[in-house]
């Protein structure tokens, strides 16, 4: 069964940090871009950020930049993204997808599998 299996989230207070992980089994991602999204309560999700499957190109979403920061052990079949500097509004449940790709990953409707999600609170 192919899936991805996001793990790490949890509850914060603002300005501390958190490593979500997505591991995936089934498939190699050797082959696939990864990406990390996020859902707040009452919004659209949107992408944070993405992994090439070299792991040599990645982008982030103007709101994490410089605090987030994607990276993938394909070895371990596993891609983090570390949260640091975390804020209230960082709230939200973050997916993993991934996109069977050289590149970069593409729009949100053509990844190929998602993760469940796990939720981040960023809470005092």
């Known amino acids: 069964q192919l899936q991805l299996v996001e793990s790490g989230g949890g509850l914060v207070q603002p300005g501390g940090s958190l490593r979500l992980s997505c591991a995936a089994s089934?498939?190699?991602?050797?082959?696939?871009?990864i990406g990390w999204f996020r859902q707040a309560p009452g919004k659209e999700r949107e992408g944070v950020s993405c992994i090439s499957s070299s792991g040599g190109s990645t982008n982030y979403a103007d709101s994490v930049k410089g605090r987030f920061t994607i990276s993938r052990d394909n070895a371990k079949n596993t891609v983090y993204l570390q949260m640091n500097s975390l804020k209230p509004e960082d709230t939200a449940v973050y997916y993993c997808?991934?996109?069977?790709?050289?590149?970069?990953?593409?729009?949100?409707?053509?990844?190929?599998?998602w993760g469940k999600g796990t939720l981040v609170t960023v809470s005092s």
């Open positions: 089934g498939f190699t991602l050797d082959y696939y871009a």
């Open positions: 997808a991934a996109m069977e790709t050289w590149g970069l990953c593409g729009p949100q409707y053509g990844m190929d599998y």
